[in-house]
């Protein structure tokens, strides 16, 4: 529930950057087609988008369909093929993503043409969302409050499922790499070249998974641990927003607008839980801002409101968040009862004072409607690939990179010393890094770290 914030933060700064929107252009795209790409501009921007047919359920490859939204940027010198990148979320749609954020993989098109689409069920690509808003149980304490909260929102959940149809149990990450590995034939590509942040990289872990011989080069930067169930996987989100807290106050001192000048952090965490836990939006707000040093202002704002007591939660039907909370419950099993939920919130509060009861408490899988379709475990991979990690990231924690890299075996971890969610594009040593291998298939040197 609360994870959700940071993905609706993340979705405002990729549309807000858009200089104008897409248009929505036609034509089922095959290998065989003359020409399924039509020119879809964006602004200043020169994209063109194709359309893509795949199964709603790929264990029924001749049942219902839907269709996935596609752009793509040409190369701009010698074409060595395509790329296909995915931002993240889940919920974020990569046709918008790659018309405000193109810029980034300016160096990368001098050899390849950039490729993004909206996932199933995102954007362009038969978005889901529900009828209407999840019911606001509030952040449960005990084991009744707890079992309450799995009611009312699983009784929600089931009219989405009923709303949406079929394609609810099937927005899981093992379709989304069935539906990338379309895109590879329609692309032509006799193997995939990849670039995955976020969320991306659970999709490009997957494919590599399911599709070893046909993963060629990939980077995966932010990276998802795909060896843990729900509860590890948001014990780590909140590890990594607690942390993020801490840089932000470090750095309060060097912004003038910083309401918290002089506090240390047990005075901040002494003043700001109690405002938490009364109001649970107020720590939403901050987690869903603590993404990059750049947000940090917002920060500012935000708790400068909290502290002269003229903070008003915002009207929000999150409604469309489902999509985010879907994937993560059929990729992420939850087999806890509300009694060991409410158990590990309580030791969660006990790490992370500031968020471990509200992000802990408030998830939603254990009672999801749709059954998790994945089981968690180590993935490996044939080929080389190029993990980012970056030391203090904002929500996948560096320890997550570190483990992936190892269990690919053929995994090679590039360190970023700095502060953010993702490095390609924000640091030139990463960035370069990344371009090199995917143009040369030269890897940086083993414990390289890009600093900044």
């Known amino acids: 529930m609360i994870l959700e914030a940071m993905i609706r933060s993340a979705k405002t700064l990729i549309v807000a950057a858009l200089a104008g929107a897409l248009a929505a252009t036609g034509g089922l795209a095959h290998a065989a087609d003359p020409d399924p790409w039509q020119p879809c501009p964006a602004g200043d921007v020169p994209l063109e988008c194709?359309?893509?047919?795949?199964?709603?359920?790929?264990?029924?490859?001749?049942?219902?369909?839907?269709?996935?939204?596609?752009?793509?940027?040409?190369?701009?010198?010698?074409?060595?093929?395509?790329?296909?990148?995915?931002p993240g979320g889940p919920g974020i749609p990569g046709t918008q993503f790659l018309a405000a954020a193109g810029t980034r993989f300016a160096a990368l098109r001098s050899s390849y043409d950039v490729v993004a689409w909206d996932p199933r069920g995102v954007g362009g690509s038969a978005p889901i969302s529900c009828p209407?808003?999840?019911?606001?149980?509030?952040?449960?304490?005990?084991?009744?409050?707890r079992e309450r909260f799995e009611r009312e929102t699983a009784a929600w959940a089931g009219r989405c499922r009923r709303a949406v149809g079929?394609?609810?149990?099937?927005?899981?990450?093992?379709?989304?790499?069935?539906?990338?590995?379309r895109l590879r034939q329609v692309l032509g590509e006799?193997?995939?070249?990849?670039?995955?942040?976020?969320?991306?990289?659970?999709?490009?872990?997957?494919?590599?998974?399911?599709?070893?011989?046909?993963?060629?080069?990939?980077?995966?930067?932010?990276?998802?641990?795909?060896?843990?169930?729900?509860?590890?996987?948001?014990?780590?989100?909140?590890?990594?927003k607690e942390d993020a807290f801490t840089g932000y106050l470090h750095t309060c001192a060097a912004r003038p607008a910083c309401p918290l000048k002089g506090m240390s952090l047990a005075q901040v965490r002494a003043w700001l839980i109690p405002r938490i836990a009364a109001e649970p939006a107020v720590g939403g707000e901050i987690v869903g801002n603590l993404t990059s040093p750049?947000?940090?202002?917002?920060?500012d704002a935000h708790l400068s409101k909290v502290r002269a007591g003229t903070y008003r939660p915002p009207a929000d039907d999150?409604?469309?968040?489902?999509?985010?909370?879907?994937?993560?419950c059929l990729d992420l099993p939850d087999h806890r009862t509300a009694a060991q939920v409410v158990a590990d919130s309580r030791r969660a509060a006990a790490r992370y004072p500031l968020f471990g009861r509200l992000m802990t408490a408030t998830t939603?899988?254990?009672?999801?409607?749709?059954?998790?379709?994945?089981?968690?475990?180590r993935i490996t991979a044939p080929t080389p690939i190029l993990l980012v990690g970056t030391r203090h990231d904002t929500a996948t924690p560096y320890d997550w990179a570190v483990r992936t890299a190892a269990n690919l075996g053929q995994g090679r971890l590039l360190t970023r010393d700095g502060t953010g969610h993702g490095a390609y594009g924000t640091s030139p040593c990463v960035t370069d890094a990344v371009n090199r291998f995917l143009v040369t298939g030269a890897l940086p040197r083993p414990g390289t770290v890009c600093t900044g």
């Not at 079929?166 to 590995?181: G, K, Q, W």
């Not at 060629?216 to 780590?236: C, H, K, Q």
């Not at 999150?318 to 993560?328: E, I, P, R, Y």
């Open 50 to 86: 194709a359309r893509v047919t795949v199964p709603v359920d790929w264990s029924k490859p001749t049942g219902d369909t839907l269709v996935l939204k596609v752009a793509r940027l040409r190369a701009t010198g010698t074409r060595l093929g395509s790329v296909v990148v995915d």
């Open 294 to 299: 750049a947000d940090w202002p917002a920060i």
């Open 318 to 328: 999150n409604s469309g968040d489902v999509l985010n909370t879907d994937v993560n």
């Open 190 to 240: 006799p193997r995939l070249t990849y670039y995955g942040g976020f969320y991306g990289t659970r999709i490009g872990q997957f494919y590599a998974d399911v599709f070893p011989r046909r993963t060629g080069r990939m980077v995966l930067d932010a990276v998802v641990d795909t060896t843990s169930e729900n509860g590890p996987f948001v014990d780590g989100a909140t590890r990594a």
């Open 364 to 377: 939603v899988c254990n009672r999801w409607p749709a059954p998790a379709t994945y089981h968690p475990h």
């Open 132 to 145: 209407g808003p999840r019911p606001d149980s509030g952040v449960p304490v005990t084991v009744v409050e």
């Open 166 to 181: 079929p394609l609810f149990d099937h927005v899981d990450t093992i379709s989304n790499a069935r539906d990338l590995d």
